[in-house]
């Protein structure tokens, strides 16, 4: 089986910047720690200067976890991290009425984009894996 890249290590390092605060973690699947990351401040600063060593390994996992396909983690990640809260994620996977309630909700309350950064991998690997991409 040949392996696809899905996961950017480029992407995560620019992440791993706001990695005090689980960023890369989520992008790279690791909800839980992402989550720790976040309360923590990246284990007190401990566990992030770790991960600057650590994203090449969560990178392979990613790439072998995650469906390639015509819908990119990168931009979607991208668009949860910096635009979440308006929903344009969500209108990126084709999700328009769950996306224009988060432009009139903040998120739904911010509880959604937590949630979306909980799932958005795999949001992304199903949406890849029914082939309906753009």
């Not at 992030?48 to 090449?56: A, N, S, T």
């Not at 390994?57 to 668009?79: E, H, I, K, P």
């Not at 996977?93 to 959604?112: C, H, P, V």
Request: hydrophobic fraction near 50%; glycine fraction near 12%; aromatic fraction near 22%.
């Amino acid at each position: 089986m040949q392996q696809t890249d899905t996961h950017s290590k480029l992407f995560g390092y620019l992440l791993w910047i706001f990695g005090f605060l689980g960023a890369h973690r989520f992008y790279y699947g690791k909800p839980v720690t992402g989550t720790i990351w976040f309360f923590t401040l990246g284990l007190f600063l401990i566990g992030w200067i770790v991960d600057l060593f650590l994203i090449p390994s969560m990178d392979r996992q990613a790439d072998l976890r995650f469906r390639s396909g015509a819908t990119s983690y990168n931009v979607s990640w991208l668009l949860l991290t910096f635009l979440g809260v308006f929903g344009v994620h969500r209108m990126y996977l084709g999700k328009w009425i769950t996306g224009i309630l988060y432009l009139f909700t903040g998120g739904f309350f911010l509880i959604g984009v937590l949630y979306d950064f909980w799932t958005l991998n795999d949001q992304v690997s199903v949406k890849n894996a029914a082939g309906d991409g753009w």
